[in-house]
């Protein structure tokens, strides 16, 4: 892996940076020293380290001009839907919002030349004969995935794809996601209503991945790398581990939501990670939880001070 001094001075592009791992990247970013230029969908005030540009990355005119003129060295793609439902409404915001944005964000980084590191997903099927994708968010992180092996052969664009498994921690606002909502759900005195539980899944913190996704940037090799913990954890024992951090008195409501149909169960390959981008997760799931739960303490606290 390159010194991290070596992105001093570097652009750095950054779609979904206001996001829950845009934002602590391009902080991240920062204190690199990195010339970094974030896109969001809402106006942002710049400062002197961090540019922001308003923009719709679905929209190609827009994010044309913007490539054009910033000229990456590095663009960080982490804008997707990344709604898991397997309803048919998902088919057509997945298609615009995840495979035709990162289309037309590889056209565009071959015609200027730079860099593209890609948020690939652990809903992605495994490659071979009979893959089926299991949501509309699966098949177009994976269709995704294709056109940058395209890209790379038939363009020689440099491309890493950094596949990240299920990411956790302090500032995730989607409060479908499952850490999120029970957490909350308990602060709020709630039983939460969840299905089995028994899905395995490989949990990794927020402040990992964005080390990852640096290290992936700053490797002398292109592929897709793995950023996750390499361990598996049932939904019901993270649910009963903040049940005992918040309110061990509430009794989660397992089984009162159907399982998901074709829900992934894999495990990241990190022994490749770390040996190709000397990186590896630091942060256990115990630490992490605990992390994660004081954040959304704090945030509950002053956003909902009555209930406190």
């Not at 990195?34 to 002197?48: D, K, P, W, Y």
């Not at 439902?85 to 565009?108: I, K, P």
């Not at 292109?222 to 005992?244: H, K, M, P, W």
Request: proline share 4%; with cysteine.
């Amino acid at each position: 892996m390159c010194a991290l001094s070596s992105l001093s001075g570097t652009k750095v592009l950054v779609t979904g940076a206001s996001g829950f791992i845009g934002h602590p990247l391009c902080q991240r970013l920062q204190q690199y020293q990195a010339e970094v230029f974030g896109v969001s969908r809402f106006q942002r005030e710049s400062n002197r380290s961090m540019r922001w540009i308003q923009a719709d990355v679905a929209d190609l005119d827009e994010m044309q001009r913007i490539v054009t003129s910033v000229k990456p060295d590095l663009l960080f793609h982490l804008a997707a839907d990344s709604s898991a439902s397997r309803s048919l409404e998902a088919v057509r915001s997945t298609l615009q919002g995840n495979l035709v944005s990162t289309v037309n964000l590889l056209t565009l980084m071959t015609e200027v030349g730079g860099r593209v590191i890609l948020a690939g997903s652990l809903e992605e099927p495994d490659e071979g004969e009979f893959s089926i994708a299991s949501s509309p968010y699966a098949a177009s992180k994976w269709a995704s995935t294709i056109y940058a092996q395209m890209f790379q052969q038939l363009y020689h664009l440099s491309i890493v794809k950094a596949r990240i498994f299920m990411v956790y921690g302090a500032g995730q606002l989607n409060f479908k996601k499952l850490i999120p909502y029970v957490t909350m759900a308990l602060l709020n005195g709630e039983a939460p209503q969840l299905s089995s539980g028994q899905r395995l899944i490989d949990w990794i913190y927020v402040d990992d991945v964005v080390d990852g996704l640096i290290a992936a940037a700053l490797s002398p090799q292109d592929g897709v790398f793995e950023l996750g913990s390499g361990t598996l954890t049932s939904i019901a024992e993270i649910v009963q581990r903040l049940n005992q951090m918040i309110n061990p008195k509430i009794q989660p409501l397992f089984g009162a939501l159907p399982d998901r149909p074709m829900e992934q169960v894999r495990v990241a390959n990190i022994a490749d990670s770390m040996s190709k981008l000397n990186w590896q997760p630091k942060v256990s799931l115990e630490e992490g939880l605990a992390r994660t739960v004081a954040w959304y303490a704090a945030y509950h606290r002053s956003n909902f001070p009555s209930c406190a």
